[in-house]
């Protein structure tokens, strides 16, 4: 009954989400948001942790008054993402379109797209990459990207069909991933893959925002075993309900040594092109688990 109970309010809250009036369903998500990162003290230390490392140089005091700022705001962002990407299943594509200001690299995609070899997105959790993958496909590129399994399944399965309506292509992170990227890539698609979070734990070790940290090794691995155009991107909130996207040049991929130093090196620098994007936006970067060891 829990279960049922669990998919049934999160198919509610979508639904109240994706059909509330634009003037309201920002305001009501971000103000919600904004009371969770009041009350959860969990919650409120890790991004406060995650935007201290961004902020401040490694080893400089941070600016208090600075930092509980970033962070307020972080929390009412953090509403916004989960309210327009509720709303994303109800809007035309040519509106998606339409609310993109500007798409700085696009270029880089197009031309990846053209080599015939795929093209990898390292993404990070910033501002909403759903409405990212939503403009590709309203430009007829597409987008396949993995997620983390849900408990129950149904909730899994109702999250695939909701980002599968705005063409992005949705497969479970498991041990079928792989090869399913592989595929994608070797007809030539776009593969859209989050990498500032390790979630299973077997990623590599490199330096962000001046802390060692791990980070998945698939993108640098998918790259290097097809050939795949490999860049970072993210795609902001703002001005308004308007959203702007950016890509970088492509990363450097080439075999130099063995397979794993060439990983690692390849790892470090998507962590280097994160890093710009995160600092862009900071209080953008939508993630509430603390990432680094030191507070």
């Known amino acids: 009954m829990a279960r049922t109970a669990r998919v049934a309010l999160f198919k509610s809250v979508g639904a109240v989400m994706e059909f509330l009036p634009e003037w309201m369903d920002v305001a009501v998500a971000s103000a919600l948001a904004g009371l969770v990162g009041r009350r959860s003290r969990a919650a409120r230390a890790g991004l406060t942790s995650n935007l201290a490392h961004v902020l401040f140089p490694p ?57 015939g070899q795929g093209v990898i997105i390292a993404l990070p959790h910033v501002g909403s990459w759903e409405w990212g993958g939503a403009f590709l496909n309203s430009l007829g590129l597409g987008m396949t990207a ?87 991107a993210a795609c902001y909130a703002g001005p308004g309900r308007d959203h702007f996207a950016v890509v970088t040049p492509p990363v450097e991929v080439a075999r130099t040594a063995r397979l794993r130093e060439d990983v690692t090196r390849v790892t470090q ?10 600092r862009r936006a900071p209080e953008q970067w939508h993630v509430l688990q603390p990432r680094f060891t030191s507070s």
């Open 59 to 115: 080893g400089s005091p941070p600016d208090s008054s600075l930092l509980d700022d970033f962070v307020a705001r972080g929390f009412r962002s953090y509403g916004q993402y989960w309210a327009e990407g509720a709303k994303l299943p109800a809007l035309a594509k040519p509106t998606v379109y339409e609310r993109f200001t500007i798409a700085e690299g696009l270029e880089h995609l197009q031309r990846g797209k053209e080599r």
């Open 146 to 232: 993995v997620a983390e399994e849900l408990d129950p399944p149904e909730l899994f399965d109702w999250f695939k069909e909701k980002r599968e309506s705005i063409g992005i292509r949705i497969e479970p992170l498991n041990e079928h991933a792989s090869s399913l990227l592989l595929t994608t890539l070797r007809q030539g698609g776009v593969v859209g893959l989050l990498c500032d979070r390790d979630l299973q734990g077997n990623g590599v070790d490199v330096e962000f925002f001046g802390e060692r940290v791990t980070m998945p090794a698939g993108p640098a691995t998918l790259a290097l075993r097809t050939g795949a155009t490999l860049v970072a």
């Open 269 to 278: 620098l998507i962590a280097r092109e994160l890093e710009g994007l995160i």
